[in-house]
Each structure stands twice: as C-alpha cells, then as structure tokens.
C-alpha cells in the first residue's frame, strides 16, 4: 500500500505524522507543498479549499489530517 504525505517544513502535525510511521516502519513518500504548486492543489481541492497539512494519502484515499490512533487504524498499526 502506498502512503503520501503533503506537508509542509514548518508543521508540527506532519512531524508527528512521519515519527509515526519511521516507528512503524512505514514507508512513505513527502511531497512539501511549499515547493510543488500542484501538490498544493491538490490538498486544497481535498480539503474543500483549505490548505490542510498534512493530508496523507493511502492507496487513492486521502485524509486531512487525521488524528494518529485513527491512521494507524487505516494502516493496520497500533498507535
């Protein structure tokens, strides 16, 4: 399964959310919004406009930052 993460460098919420899943040994790829205008985009037409981070994409699923017990629920990992 793949996991994306939108992020930002200056967000607290995506640093826990990649501490989270380097402890679970989940892979994941970053894409920092900041730098790449149509990942930006992307979070914005997810998130009904707003810029939400980090948004994680699992499979074709995305979420706008959800809370980590919930994450680890949908990557099959205790929290």
Same mark, same amino acid.
């Given at each position: 399964?793949?996991?994306?993460l939108y992020?930002?460098?200056?967000?607290?919420?995506?640093?826990?959310?990649?501490?989270?899943?380097?402890?679970?040994?989940?892979?994941?790829?970053?894409?920092?919004?900041? /730098?790449?205008?149509?990942?930006?985009?992307?979070?914005?037409?997810?998130?009904? %406009?707003?810029? /939400?981070?980090?948004?994680?994409?699992?499979?074709? /699923?995305?979420?706008?930052?959800?809370?980590?017990?919930?994450? %680890?629920?949908?990557? %099959?990992? /205790?929290?």
């Amino acid at each position: 399964m793949q996991v994306r993460l939108y992020t930002t460098s200056w967000c607290p919420d995506c640093h826990r959310a990649k501490w989270f899943l380097r402890q679970h040994g989940i892979p994941y790829e970053e894409v920092d919004i900041d /730098r790449d205008p149509e990942a930006e985009a992307l979070v914005l037409r997810y998130n009904a %406009g707003r810029r /939400r981070v980090p948004t994680i994409q699992i499979g074709d /699923r995305f979420y706008g930052n959800p809370p980590l017990a919930l994450l %680890g629920e949908l990557l %099959g990992v /205790r929290s």
